[in-house]
């Protein structure tokens, strides 16, 4: 397996754009996350999946943040409109439920947004 | 609340030496899951060792080794003969019903030469 994918790696856009961060997890996962990386924070939890079921939004900062999982090999991230407080590391991870042997959260490369 | 707690933002060891990371927790959970990632500079997280809370022995990975004490809620990693390589952002995480992943803050290591 490819290992969990997202795209882009980079994205730069200006203030009041809409942002769209892309997610492919493992096959054969069935929880999805995505956090959020800054100096200030950390790594912050956003949301997480299971089952393609949004189960805790909770970490989503505002109402401009949004997430889908329409299958079990998609996820998205939206943010509409983007501002400059926004700029971070991305990070979309998955697993396999909790007692399903080696369960452990992997990590895609992460999406390094700017928005200036 | 669960949370994770990682006291030191920074350390160094010198190369070869042996240094401990620190983390503590708090759940009411009674099966869990514990980890470290590693997030060196290419910002990839990177499994370096896993321990499953109903497993009294300590987990080993070659050059790290994990300190677990259920009832003080801690879970150390320890690192061996440290090298270059290992200079990197060091998370400690738990796992808990319901597939959440809890991180902590960070500890970020350098490696001396």
């Known amino acids: 397996d490819a290992g969990v994918i997202q795209s882009p790696r980079h994205e730069v856009t200006e203030m009041g754009q809409e942002v769209t961060l892309r997610c492919k997890p493992i096959?054969?996962?069935?929880?999805l996350f995505w956090y959020r990386q800054t100096m200030m924070r950390g790594l912050e939890l956003l949301i997480y999946?299971?089952?393609?079921?949004?189960?805790?939004d909770s970490g989503m900062p505002e109402d401009r943040f949004s997430a889908k999982m329409p299958n079990a090999s998609f996820s998205t991230l939206k943010i509409q409109p983007s501002e400059p407080r926004d700029s971070a590391v991305y990070f979309c991870?998955?697993?396999?439920?909790?007692?399903?042997?080696?369960?452990?959260?992997?990590f895609g490369q992460g999406t390094r947004l700017t928005v200036v | 609340a669960q949370t994770v707690t990682q006291s030191q933002p920074e350390m160094s060891v010198q190369e070869a030496e042996t240094v401990t990371l620190s983390c503590t927790y708090d759940?009411?959970?009674?099966?869990?899951?514990l980890f470290w990632y590693k997030q060196p500079p290419s910002r990839q997280m990177i499994l370096v060792i896993r321990q499953e809370a109903y497993k009294q022995q300590n987990a080993t990975e070659n050059r790290f080794s994990v300190n677990f004490q259920k009832a003080a809620k801690s879970f150390s990693l320890k690192i061996s003969d440290s090298q270059l390589g290992d200079t990197a952002m060091y998370f400690c995480?738990?796992?808990?019903?319901?597939?959440?992943?809890?991180f902590g803050t960070g500890t970020s290591l350098t490696v001396i030469p």
């Open positions: 759940t009411s959970e009674s099966n869990y899951y």
């Open positions: 991870a998955s697993s396999f439920a909790l007692g399903a042997g080696n369960t452990e959260a992997f």
């Open positions: 999946f299971n089952n393609n079921v949004p189960i805790d």
């Open positions: 096959s054969g996962h069935n929880s």
């Open positions: 995480a738990f796992l808990i019903t319901g597939n959440q992943f809890y």
